[in-house]
């Protein structure tokens, strides 16, 4: 239980995941809005990772290290251009 806490707090928008379930399991994600307590919004771009925008259960998510200065809810194209600027590995 204190694990799934730990995740939890840790699942914030700007997020680099890596997905763990699905047909995109082992692809980067970014969160992009925390949908309610189980569920975000996440996005590849598609571009770059072939993750479309969607909504994901956070469990099936493993948060990584790397965070994107982003706002709520902004486009693929701006998600894009932020990860080259920070130069996250993709």
């Known amino acids: 239980?204190?694990?799934d806490l730990e995740v939890i707090e840790m699942m914030n928008v700007g997020r680099v995941c890596?997905?763990?379930q699905g047909r995109e399991a082992g692809k980067k994600c970014v969160i992009v809005e925390m949908?309610?307590?189980n569920f975000v919004m996440?996005?590849?771009p598609p571009k770059m990772t072939g993750v479309k925008r969607r909504r994901c259960n956070?469990?099936?998510l493993e948060p990584?290290?790397?965070v994107i200065p982003i706002e709520k809810?902004?486009?693929d194209d701006e998600i894009e251009?932020?990860?080259k600027e920070a130069g996250v590995p993709y």
Do not use: D, F, Q, S
């Open 73 to 75: 809810g902004v486009p």
């Open 35 to 37: 949908v309610n307590k």
């Open 18 to 20: 890596t997905k763990l």
């Open 81 to 83: 251009r932020k990860i």
């Open 1 to 3: 239980m204190r694990g």
């Open 42 to 44: 996440v996005t590849g």
């Open 58 to 60: 956070m469990k099936h």
């Open 64 to 66: 990584l290290e790397e």
